[in-house]
């Protein structure tokens, strides 16, 4: 029996026939880099190869690293694996990885998401024998409404707080979730206050080529005159932190899948919670799955357990993959610690 063409192994997985490593979780010495969340692209490989829009963001986040970049669709051959990166819609630069091999080809998926947010890329589908999928949102009771629905929300959230002099604190993961929020709420036209976090972020999605709409950074000389009834965009770390308390008043939001669960927003006494996801939900991930052509599916972090059993009940078949990924997901910060109650 032939060597498959990835292999999970302790370091993560692994192409034997190419000597690299897809998102490894311990360090290597080459390892091709789906997105540059924290959880897929870590410290200490020797080198590094990702999506040309990624780029940016992974040195932002790692540092002076040896990396290369290849751009979305374009074919690169490693000890004689094809390799190519396709946008997986999830943030920016985020991609699937395709390798082909001995007329076999395999699509690792990393994060995605199928909505394209106009930012992320549009999630393409690609054709695959073996498709490693993630599932965090793999539960049926997930499903998204349209992107524009939930920004006019956010839109009116601001506003109706900005004609009280209340300011709008909205968390968001620096990466992804962050770019989107800006994106959702700058049509309003209320001055954005940004964490040093999320402007470093802003600053690498700039270089990766995606316009953004302009925000400010907040610094020690801010005043809290000039941020009363504006919006503030801030990781979720700054929660109960003595930070927050230079906007008073204010009102905080959450924008995660998560939200969709009732309890969630006041578990973390958030004031409202939005639901705004970077991964695919449940149908997504279906239409993903299915639109591969796949005849086998491994699936990774998330609901594995449901979302295999589903897709075997289908038909197609699937096996799960115990993964570290969602360690330190994007995800996680607002994510419930009792999330199999929903099942
Ligand atoms: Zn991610
Ligand atoms: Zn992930």
Not at 124 to 135: D, G, K, Q, R
Not at 219 to 232: F, R, Y
Not at 235 to 259: H, I, R
């Amino acid at each position: 029996m032939s060597i498959p063409l990835i292999q999970f192994t302790e370091k993560g997985l692994y192409c034997a026939q190419g000597n690299f490593y897809l998102d490894p979780w311990y360090a290597v010495d080459n390892a091709l880099i789906t997105h540059a969340h924290s959880d897929h692209a870590r410290w200490g490989n020797k080198n590094y190869l990702c999506a040309t829009p990624s780029a940016p963001l992974l040195k932002a986040r790692l540092g002076n690293i040896s990396l290369q970049s290849v751009d979305y669709n374009q074919t690169i051959v490693i000890n004689g694996v094809e390799v190519s990166f396709f946008p997986a819609g999830h943030v920016v630069g985020s991609s699937q990885i395709r390798l082909q091999f001995g007329g076999e080809t395999w699509v690792f998926s990393g994060d995605y998401k199928t909505e394209n947010d106009g930012i992320s890329g549009a999630f393409e589908p690609v054709p695959c024998n073996v498709f490693i999928t993630e599932s965090t949102f793999g539960l049926p009771i997930y499903k998204w409404q349209p992107q524009n629905l939930v920004y006019s929300t956010m839109q009116r959230w601001a506003q109706a707080n900005h004609a009280q002099g209340i300011t709008s604190v909205f968390f968001a993961y620096s990466l992804g979730k962050a770019q989107r929020v800006i994106d959702a709420v700058a049509p309003t036209g209320i001055p954005i206050y940004v964490h040093g976090s999320v402007w470093q972020m802003q600053e690498a999605v700039a270089l990766a080529g995606i316009p953004q709409p302009t925000v400010h950074k907040w610094t020690a000389d801010t005043s809290k005159h000039q941020t009363k009834g504006c919006i503030v965009v801030a990781p979720a770390s700054t929660d109960n932190s003595t930070w927050l308390n230079k906007f008073s008043p204010y009102v905080t939001a959450a924008c995660s899948g998560w939200m969709q669960v009732r309890g969630n927003k006041r578990r973390n006494n958030f004031d409202t919670g939005f639901v705004l996801s970077d991964h695919a939900d449940w149908d997504g991930l279906l239409t993903a799955i299915k639109a591969t052509n796949a005849e086998k599916v491994f699936v990774t972090h998330g609901f594995q357990k449901v979302l295999s059993r589903y897709l075997n009940e289908m038909g197609i078949e699937a096996a799960e993959v115990k993964t570290n990924y969602g360690s330190e997901n994007e995800e996680t910060e607002t994510e419930p610690a009792t999330t199999d109650t929903v099942l």
